[in-house]
Each structure stands twice: as structure tokens, then as C-alpha cells.
């Protein structure tokens, strides 16, 4: 069989982490979560009492932290495991604002990219069919509404007994969506080769379908 690679690209709780996990279960591919490396370098800058707006300083400390998922998905940096603390919605916001910054987006687009070299990879985010793999197989871009996607995360949010309010987060989404597709460097955008998939009114297993219809001819 042909080993591809898959670029899921979308706004936040548009699902495409929950669909690239039962993806790469189903095809013994390994998922990549960058958004959860976004994530990583807006909680570890918080904790190190770095500026989010110093582009410098974050730049510096990336190359000082090591950041590494496990099997199950758990994400550590340097060993210690933040897979909780980088799901709150401060943390959301944080990942937007450091992730606008040219100097963080080339070192983690690197590091992507070193990854997932050897094909097999499902990499979920907003800029993987755009620039991280331009030449990827097969690439998607899942989109839903702003209340279906705020219902989503607030359900999971009360899943993992994270403490949210729904009007913040419904908020905070379009907020997002604004930031990550107005920004200088990689904004959020659809490439021009992606399927786009509406999944506001579809089940998990309808999303899981389709795309498997369109990996399929690839493999
Ligand atoms: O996907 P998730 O919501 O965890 O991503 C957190 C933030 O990280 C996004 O709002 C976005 O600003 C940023 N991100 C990015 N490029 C990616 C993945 C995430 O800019 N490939």
C-alpha cells in the first residue's frame, strides 16, 4: 500500500482533531496535533514570564524547550506533561496571538516538516495544506458554524471537567477565527487543491467517511 500523507486544515472545533485520530487509528498512520504545539509555546511562555508579543524571546525559548507527544496523544514539554493545562480557553487565545509571530510559525513549520518526511501522517492545523505540506496527498479543510463549533468544545470542556462558560467560548472562537485568518504570516486559509467539508450538521462517522472516500484512490 501507498503511504500518503494528510493535511486536515480548519478554525478551531471544526472536529479536525477528533476526525484525524480515528483517521490515523483506522489507517495505522501517526497524527500530529500542531495545534497543540501553538499551544505549548503559549503556556510555556506564560509560565516563564515571557511577553507574548516578544517575538525575540519566544523564538529563543523554543529552542530551549522540547516538546513531544506520546502514543495516546498526551503532549509534554521537556518531559513534564501539560496535556490539561494547554486546553483551557486562555490558552486558546495565547496559542492565537504567539502563533501570528513569522519567527514561532518557521521554527514549529520545521519541526512539522522534519516529522512527518517519511509519509504516513495525518497533521492536523490551519496552515498544513498551505505550507507545511504543500505536496500532501490528500488535503481537507473542515469548516461549521461558530455555534455548533462553540457547543462542541463546551461539551467537551464538561467531558474533561475543564471549568466554561458558553457565551465566552462561542466569543472567543469567533475571536479566533478572526485572528488566525487576518494575520501577516500563513493566515488560515483553504488551499486551493483542499475538499472543503461543511461537518455543522454531520455525525463523526459521516466525516469519517467521506474523507475516507477521498484517501481511498491514494493508497
Ligand atoms: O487547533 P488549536 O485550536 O489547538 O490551535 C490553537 C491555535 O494555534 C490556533 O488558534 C491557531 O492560532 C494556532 N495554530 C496555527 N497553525 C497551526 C495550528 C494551530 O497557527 N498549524
Do not use: W
Not at 26 to 49: F, I, N, P, Q
Not at 87 to 104: C, E, F, G, K, L
Request: hydrophobic letters at 35%; a negative charge; aromatic letters at 6%.
Amino acid at each position: 500500500m501507498n503511504r500518503i500523507n494528510i493535511a486536515i486544515d480548519g478554525p478551531s472545533a471544526a472536529g479536525k482533531s477528533t476526525i484525524s485520530k480515528l483517521l490515523a487509528k483506522e489507517l495505522g498512520y501517526a497524527h500530529l496535533d500542531t495545534g497543540a504545539m501553538y499551544r505549548c509555546v503559549g503556556y510555556y511562555s506564560k509560565v516563564k514570564g515571557i511577553d507574548e508579543h516578544d517575538e525575540q524571546a519566544l523564538a529563543a525559548m523554543i529552542d530551549d524547550m522540547q516538546i513531544s507527544f506520546d502514543s495516546m496523544g498526551n503532549v509534554f514539554i521537556n518531559g513534564e506533561d501539560v496535556s490539561k493545562a494547554i486546553r483551557t480557553n486562555d490558552m486558546s487565545m495565547r496559542a492565537s496571538s504567539v502563533s501570528a509571530h513569522p519567527m514561532v510559525r518557521e521554527k514549529l513549520v520545521e519541526m512539522q516538516q522534519k516529522i512527518a518526511k517519511d509519509k504516513g501522517y495525518i497533521l492536523d492545523g490551519r496552515d498544513i495544506g498551505t505550507v507545511v505540506l504543500p505536496d500532501a496527498e490528500v488535503k481537507v479543510y473542515m469548516i461549521a458554524s461558530v455555534e455548533a463549533r462553540a457547543k462542541r468544545r463546551f461539551k467537551e470542556y464538561e467531558e474533561k471537567h475543564i471549568e466554561a462558560d458558553y457565551d465566552e467560548i462561542y466569543q472567543d472562537i469567533e475571536k479566533r477565527d478572526y485572528q488566525d485568518m487576518n494575520r501577516k504570516t500563513s493566515p488560515l486559509r483553504k488551499a486551493d487543491d483542499a475538499k472543503e467539508i461543511d461537518t455543522s450538521d454531520m455525525t463523526i462517522e459521516e466525516v469519517v467517511s467521506a474523507i475516507r472516500n477521498l484517501i481511498q484512490p491514494c493508497i
